[in-house]
């Protein structure tokens, strides 16, 4: 499958973004869906991951309550709306199929990313 993130920019504090990830190839519908981030300097981090139907879904700690991760199986698209952004989201935003997983060796496709800045 393979994956095109898009929606990032440059957000003052307190915004909002939705990011999309785009999937082609094989069937959508098979995979997890899961949204990483990547500070300059830093380890992936974990942001949300949602399951094959969408029923279920689980987020980071340091976005719980603001992020909010859901899926269109019929558009092959996975959405990851950010609500009440902080500076420390500032990050490059991947997004990732395979199996419902909170680890990044747990993946085997990943999009290009997309870069959200968030200013102060």
């Known amino acids: 499958v393979q994956l095109q993130a898009s929606g990032g920019g440059l957000v003052q504090a307190g915004g909002s973004l939705r990011l999309s990830c785009a999937a082609s190839?094989?069937?959508?519908?098979?995979?997890?869906m899961g949204w990483f981030r990547q500070a300059p300097g830093k380890e992936r981090e974990f942001v949300a991951v949602?399951?094959?139907?969408?029923?279920?879904?689980y987020y980071g700690d340091s976005v719980k309550g603001r992020f909010t991760i859901s899926r269109d199986n019929a558009k092959n698209t996975v959405y990851l709306l950010m609500n009440s952004l902080k500076p420390e989201d500032t990050a490059v935003y991947y997004c990732a199929a395979d199996v419902m997983a909170k680890t990044t060796s747990r993946y085997e496709y990943w999009g290009q990313g997309t870069l959200v800045t968030v200013s102060s």
């Open positions: 949602i399951s094959r139907s969408g029923g279920m879904t």
């Open positions: 190839g094989r069937t959508f519908s098979s995979y997890a």
